[in-house]
């Protein structure tokens, strides 16, 4: 992964983390983080572990967990590739429902997590 993360040392990654469920369940887990070195990178892993779970409902909303990345990647400013890694291991179920045709201003990269897989 660190080679990923650092290959490209003129564009280092620079990348804000949330986790997310249903509609009005998500929140920041780490604030946008340069990653441009092996010591920035272990800095950033070693803060995850610590943000601690919090309750969630049990639902999944896609598409707002979606619109409500684009956020930080709008207050970002200008970078070479704008990108939203998306994990999930449920059917979307709560509202808005994701949409076929809709432009968004990054490429997602999703992940589905399946159950007892």
Known sequence: ???????????????????????????LTLSWTLINSPAALGGAADR???????????????????????????????????????TGDGTSNDRPQPREGVVRKATVNALAIGIGA
């Open 1 to 27: 992964m660190e080679a990923a993360f650092l290959h490209i040392p003129s564009a280092p990654v620079t990348r804000p983390i949330f986790e997310w469920s249903g509609m009005l369940d998500r929140r």
């Open 48 to 86: 995850l572990p610590r943000t601690g779970g919090h309750p969630a409902a049990q639902s999944t909303a896609i598409s707002a967990a979606l619109d409500w990345g684009e956020r930080p990647l709008a207050e970002g400013g200008a970078c070479w590739q704008a990108t939203l890694d998306l």
